[in-house]
């Protein structure tokens, strides 16, 4: 019987008779509980509105005192003209059964009479123990969740133009950066057009482990794979940097191709250190997993990579190492710190000379010198539509940029620069009626590069600034409640100014190297875990000033599908 009586209270307190709502209008789940767990009372005086008077008054009081099993409900009251459902007695009977140490006559008969909802609620505390064992038994942890992403992308690269670049500024440009003087260096456009048409089938696999241990905190392990390295849209034979697609560009073994194998992608762990203040620790951790708030309500589905840095790819870099930061919130205001170290697990701190020549692969470590650190600095504010943030990095040794969202000339100077300061504001506002309006995302950033030692080669160039701005719309439930439609214009990181000590030569003080990017995509559910997103895009001078040598030009046009599963 005791067992029994557990189970009844068990299914009375969590409101079991879920499957019974049809029937709810026919009795009071919240009597129900009440009868259940509310502690039995030791007098009849206590129900303020039994008076001596009343008819029950002495049943009431026998019942007392000789079982000591009467209940109320919570506001004092017994309710006695209150009609009572069927499971309101039975959930009654059961409070006593504990109080009873012989079964009467009278007893019996009340077991019979409400035999039925007895057996019912101790058959649905069967089935709720047997479902908690079974998933228990396929539980590899209690306070660990799995979840996963896997994308397929087909699609293909289309060139046109005539652009050959010239190859002096080719060396001077690109040597900036360090990259390898290769006829493919110079010879940019020609390599592009090698490839078009060229249709690639790629894929990237995302597995995430989040832990909870206090139900606030969060240990979060990220595992990732892909074959992007080869692909149109990424890696060391694409000459375009600027077509790389979010899914596509990650640091994920160093490269965007492991070779099919495997990988750590994230692991850091975030938790409370005080009212509102929460910090983050890992050693591998990314820029934007310390940000209280991301400014960009855009897009619902990535395509261009440049499109994913809030119109600042200086400011919000995304780098990707060992580091921490904290942040503190209040309301829809925030404040935020972090830093990271793309060599922060390195032994050797280096010699640290300018442009890394005594940074080589064992070099780095913690703040030094061949740490390549970022130290970003955010204030926010976000309401329940709308967000605005101002971002300042700080990025020291060749930390900052990469191909996918910035010209050649651009990433070259992120890249050799001993530090970079970088300013972003970026806002969205989303409406209420998302199928009519759409929400808008803009961004806008500028950065300064210092380079104090340029060596014999590069000593003509002190310093260089650029800039960036985007524009985001997207629609929800377009033609269809889960569809949604996006586009984005704006310009990718390009070179505004470089301190030169040529002044005779108007194209180095000045780049031409402006361009601009656009995308269109449109998102459609197959199921609630799968959908399909087909996008175009346009590059209208990726090369920025390395394709605009006497005139040439060279554009880009991307067609792609993408197939998404959320497991």
Not at 324 to 335: A, D
Not at 341 to 364: H, V
Request: net charge negative; hydrophobic share 40%; charged share 15%.
């Amino acid at each position: 019987m005791k067992r029994f009586q557990q189970r009844l209270l068990l299914l009375t307190t969590l409101g079991l008779l879920a499957p019974l709502a049809s029937h709810a209008a026919d009795w009071n789940l919240a009597a129900v509980r009440h009868y259940a767990s509310s502690d039995q009372v030791s007098s009849v005086d206590q129900f303020s509105e039994v008076r001596p008077s009343d008819w029950a008054y002495q049943a009431l009081s026998d019942l007392i005192q000789t079982y000591g099993c009467v209940a109320g409900y919570p506001d004092g009251n017994y309710h006695g003209q209150r009609a009572m459902t069927r499971y309101e007695a039975a959930a009654l009977l059961n409070a006593c059964l504990d109080r009873i140490s012989e079964t009467t006559d009278e007893l019996k008969k009340l077991l019979k009479e409400f035999e039925r909802e007895l057996a019912v609620l101790r058959g649905r505390v069967d089935g709720l123990e047997a479902r908690v064992g079974e998933v228990e038994a396929l539980s590899f942890s209690t306070t660990t969740r799995l979840r996963g992403v896997a994308t397929f992308v087909v699609g293909s690269n289309s060139f046109a133009g005539d652009a050959q670049p010239d190859l002096f500024d080719a060396l001077i440009l690109l040597g900036i950066g360090g990259l390898p003087f290769t006829p493919n260096t110079v010879q940019y456009a020609n390599t592009a057009r090698a490839l078009d048409a060229a249709t690639a089938f790629a894929y990237d696999l995302s597995l995430y482990l989040d832990t909870s241990f206090t139900g606030k905190d969060l240990l979060r392990a990220r595992l990732r794979a892909g074959n992007f390295g080869n692909s149109p849209w990424f890696g060391t034979n694409n000459p375009i940097g600027l077509n790389a697609l979010e899914i596509a560009y990650e640091e994920i073994c160093g490269q965007a191709d492991c070779g099919d194998v495997v990988s750590v992608n994230r692991l850091f762990y975030q938790f409370p250190i005080g009212a509102g203040f929460t910090a983050t620790i890992g050693g591998r951790v990314r820029q934007d997993d310390m940000l209280p708030m991301w400014p960009s309500a855009y897009p619902a589905d990535t395509v261009l990579d440049v499109f994913t840095y809030a119109g600042a790819p200086g400011a919000y870099n995304k780098s990707l190492g060992a580091g921490g930061g904290v942040w503190w919130k209040s309301g829809g205001f925030s404040l935020s710190a972090s830093y990271v170290s793309l060599n922060g697990d390195k032994g050797s701190p280096g010699l640290g000379t300018s442009f890394g020549e005594s940074c080589d692969d064992n070099s780095g470590g913690i703040a030094t010198s061949c740490s390549q650190s970022t130290f970003t600095g955010q204030i926010a504010y976000g309401g329940e539509s709308f967000g605005l943030a101002l971002a300042y990095s700080y990025a020291q040794g060749g930390a900052g940029l990469y191909g996918g969202n910035g010209t050649p000339l651009a990433v070259a100077a992120s890249s050799f620069s001993n530090n970079t300061s970088s300013v972003g504001i970026s806002g969205y506002w989303s409406p209420s009626l998302s199928a009519l309006l759409p929400s808008i995302s803009a961004g806008w950033g500028i950065s300064g590069y210092r380079l104090e030692d340029g060596g014999v080669l590069f000593s003509w160039i002190d310093g260089a600034s650029s800039q960036s701005w985007y524009v985001g719309l997207q629609w929800s439930d377009v033609l269809a409640k889960g569809h949604a439609f996006g586009m984005a214009v704006g310009q990718p990181t390009f070179m505004t100014r470089l301190d030169t000590a040529i002044p005779d030569d108007p194209n180095l003080r000045i780049p031409n190297d402006g361009n601009y990017a656009w995308e269109w995509w449109y998102k459609i559910p197959l199921r609630d875990s799968i959908t399909i997103t087909p996008a175009i895009y346009y590059l209208s001078a990726p090369l920025g000033q390395l394709q605009k040598n006497e005139g040439g030009s060279l554009s880009n046009f991307g067609a792609l599908v993408k197939t998404t599963f959320r497991f």
